[in-house]
Structure formats: structure tokens, C-alpha cells
């Protein structure tokens, strides 16, 4: 399963960002080969559309679930219109961690 989180940093030690279309960057973890890789999200530096951004670095990597604080109308329509499962958190805290949680869950 890939599960992509907006973070604030490059690494999983790096906080979830409080919105998904304007988090610097898209970190991806594949939970069958316990490695992530993270992309630079360029929606960061657009004026109108900055989640569709983000979500096409989702559907370019085949992920099946988002991890997110935010989401706007847009992109959770396309997402959702893709199957892409989107689970809202309530807390702060690192990528890791979310993630950890959310594959307990």
C-alpha cells in the first residue's frame, strides 16, 4: 500500500503539514518495502489550484490512501473520483508517526 502525507520536511521525522495543496513537499511511503520518497510540491508556489497540484504527484505515484490535516473541494473531488482514500487527522505530529497509526488502524 503507498500512503502519501503532506509534510513540512524532506524525511519521515518531518511534521504533517496543516494543509495538503500548499505543503512544500508530498512524502510517499509503500508499507510492502518500507521505503518513502519525498517530491517537491510545486501547487506550494501557484495562485489557483494548488491542491489539483498536489494531487497529481497521488495519482503520477498510484497511492492508495492520503493522510491529511486539510484538504480542499477540489482535490478531494479528484481524488475521491480516482478511489483514493483520504483519512482527515486531528493532531500534529511527524509523518512517521501518522503513519505508524494509521497502519495499526
Not at 3 to 20: C, M
Amino acid at each position: 500500500m503507498k500512503i502519501a502525507v503532506p509534510s513540512l520536511g524532506e524525511t519521515l521525522d518531518s511534521f504533517v503539514s496543516k494543509t495538503f495543496g500548499r505543503s512544500p513537499f508530498i512524502i510517499i511511503y509503500d508499507s510492502e518495502n518500507r521505503k518513502y520518497h519525498f517530491y517537491i510540491n510545486k501547487g506550494l508556489r501557484v495562485q489557483d489550484g494548488s491542491g489539483l497540484k498536489a494531487v497529481e504527484i497521488i495519482l503520477n505515484n498510484n497511492v492508495n490512501v492520503l493522510l491529511t490535516k486539510e484538504i480542499g473541494h477540489k482535490a478531494y473531488s479528484a481524488l475521491m473520483e480516482k478511489h483514493i482514500g483520504i483519512h482527515l487527522l486531528k493532531s500534529d505530529d511527524t509523518v512517521k508517526s501518522v503513519i505508524k497509526k494509521f497502519l495499526k488502524s
